[in-house]
């Protein structure tokens, strides 16, 4: 099976994420920065409020500005992620066709052309917009699920993966039914 699709750099920050939310030090030392970040402000608000006997609406709003500088740093992530992919010149985005069979994975691209065997690969997986054939913890192959001219065709695509896999491999991956 074959399919062409244009991956951007938004493609490869999706595939970070569902990524990094799969490694569980990784997707728990996020969540800690996101809860400490307002919980010390919070603290620290308290401690203003209770030394100095202000109101505590400051406490709110430090409570509030915490969860601000969450989404900045979310967004810092994000932006150098993206700007980290833009100046690379690795083949990591563009038009590209991927192609399945029995073997193993093969891409071919304007700048990169190579392939993986399936005892290789590290795992397969989906989201909603977006079949992952990971080569290692972090990395993967990305295929927008919108290179398809069906929704049919990419789980098609996706189950004929996971069987390759799965007899590559000898264990267990969820198909898409």
């Known amino acids: 099976m074959k399919v062409t699709a244009s991956i951007t750099s938004s493609d490869c920050f999706n595939a970070f994420k569902f990524a990094a939310m799969r490694i569980a030090p990784l997707k728990h030392a996020l969540v800690l920065i996101l809860i400490i970040v307002p919980a010390l402000l919070v603290m620290?608000?308290?401690a203003y409020t209770i030394e100095f006997k202000t109101t505590y609406k400051f406490v709110v709003s430090s409570f509030v500005l915490g969860i601000i500088a969450d989404i900045l740093i979310l967004y810092f992530i994000k932006w150098t992620y993206m700007?980290?992919?833009?100046?690379e010149k690795t083949g990591t985005t563009g038009s590209r066709a991927i192609e399945?069979?029995?073997?193993?994975?093969?891409?071919?691209?304007?700048d990169l052309n190579g392939g993986i065997t399936w005892g290789l690969v590290h795992s397969v997986d989906a989201d909603k917009r977006h079949i992952y054939i990971f080569t290692s913890a972090l990395s993967a192959v990305v295929i927008p699920k919108k290179a398809f001219d069906k929704a049919k065709d990419a789980d098609e695509f996706f189950n004929k993966c996971a069987q390759y896999f799965k007899e590559a491999n000898k264990t267990a991956v969820k198909t898409i039914e």
Do not use: N, Y
Not at 83 to 87: A, D, E, P, T, W
Not at 100 to 110: L, M, Y
């Open 100 to 110: 399945i069979d029995e073997k193993g994975v093969s891409i071919t691209a304007q």
């Open 44 to 46: 620290f608000s308290l």
């Open 83 to 87: 700007k980290k992919l833009q100046s």
